[in-house]
């Protein structure tokens, strides 16, 4: 199981520091399921692993879990190879060049695409840390409160912005109390009431209705000068990279 550990390394731990309320990968029962089939019999696992994989792909928080799950398919698969090359060792026999060509064999065609979904996994759950940090800063710091809004400041879909929403609210890392709205709030008209200038002001029976600000400066993505790794900023503020230390100013 030391190669199982070892390319398990390569998956981040601590990406994007909302994240700490997150497990490192929300697996269901039926994950497990795949895995375990997929380290006693790999073929019939990665039926199982591409099934939920064409199944629950366009959910942006289950990309890091569904390449995890190649990932471990394809070491089982290693392992199972190794198995037979040690049974076959002990039976009919094999001799040295056989084995060398057979452990190369099995490098490339099991390790090689388990290393590469290890990496596809980390950077999905990379990705999705730095998501919801942006989620975290547009709702507490601009009070941005429209499903539209937030969709068109990601980068992302209404209907995925509803999924990472209560997918963040589920482990806490967003108040489960919070509403949002469906669509998008235009940019109010100017108004020298103080009510108008507030981002929140009575509608209708006194529920809150949204005003969004001018997004003069919205949090950003900066890449670290020191090691190059993509950090996310606030405006007028600087921080200290999630990697190396180095200090990123907002620009």
Known sequence: MGIVNELEGLLPGREGQPSDGLPKYERTAFDYV????????????LVLALIRFIGTHFKNYRKPVN???????????FLQMMGLIVISLYGDGVDMTTLIVLLILAAVIFLLPASAFAKRAAKARFRFSQLANQYVQLITEGRVRY???????????????????IYLKKYGVLDSGLLFSEGADAEPAASSSPAASSPFSSHGGGQPFYQQPRPQQLPKSVRCPGCGAQNTVSPDQSKNCDYCGTTIPYS
């Open 34 to 45: 795949v895995i375990g089939i997929g380290y006693l019999v790999m073929p019939a696992g």
């Open 67 to 77: 390449f995890s799950l190649l990932y471990h398919v394809f070491v089982g698969g």
């Open 147 to 165: 499903i539209g809004n937030l969709a068109d400041l990601t980068g992302q879909s209404e209907s995925d912005v509803n999924r990472d929403l």
